[in-house]
């Protein structure tokens, strides 16, 4: 198997980006982009430390949990996790992120390309409270580079059609998979009534 090892010879293989894949990207927040992110539940966030180790977090949140700051600044606060810090840890060595806004239901995506830095600040955290609960750190994002992606990839995947997804009992409970992944000595049953604890009061 070969793989390819420059972009001329990954350019020989592909059309070039032309008309309206080009020109929609933008350098700042216009307001379909802000409205897009106040209706967003969800956002993914990718990431690389300074290895060029790759990591992609989750994060979500009732609708415009994430805060546009202005034009080019976006805040994005961190609700309580496992700790493991990949995405933050990576953002403190190697600040590029790239972020996927999704609204529930519909089929087109945000995409936002820009610069991370973490901060503990007081005010800001407040101002990101949910539940009464002050977030620990926020994740401000400086926009590089903002755009629409198209639809093709839900539209393939039914992502939002419910008869195109498997029954949940055909996949084990997180529970039965950390069993058999980790070997730890309580049962998997035993493991899921945790994490039900933890998802009740442990949100925000």
């Not at 639809?151 to 409970?173: H, V, Y």
Request: charged share 25%; hydrophobic share 40%; aromatic share 8%.
């Amino acid at each position: 198997m070969e793989f390819v090892t420059s972009r001329e010879g990954l350019r020989e293989h592909y059309k070039l980006a032309t008309g309206g894949a080009v020109q929609k990207e933008m350098r700042q927040l216009d307001p379909h982009s802000r409205n897009f992110i106040e209706k967003s539940p969800f956002v993914l966030i990718g990431s690389s430390d300074g290895e060029g180790n790759a990591d992609v977090t989750p994060k979500g949140d009732k609708p415009g949990f994430v805060a546009v700051l202005d034009d080019v600044t976006l805040a994005i606060p961190d609700r309580p996790g496992n700790n493991r810090l990949d995405t933050w840890e990576n953002i403190v060595v190697n600040p590029a992120v790239g972020l996927l806004f999704l609204i529930p239901g519909m089929n087109e995506t945000l995409r936002v390309n820009g610069n991370g830095r973490i901060t503990f600040d007081q005010p800001l955290r407040e101002s990101l409270s949910a539940e009464g609960k002050v977030p620990v750190s926020v994740l401000v994002v400086k926009v590089k580079a903002v755009y629409m992606h198209c639809a093709k990839a839900f539209m393939r995947s039914k992502l939002w059609q419910p008869e195109s997804w498997p029954p949940r009992s055909a996949m084990p409970t997180l529970g039965e998979i950390l069993k058999d992944q980790t070997k730890f000595a309580e049962s998997a049953e035993a493991k899921d009534r945790w994490l039900d604890e933890v998802y009740e009061k442990e949100m925000w």
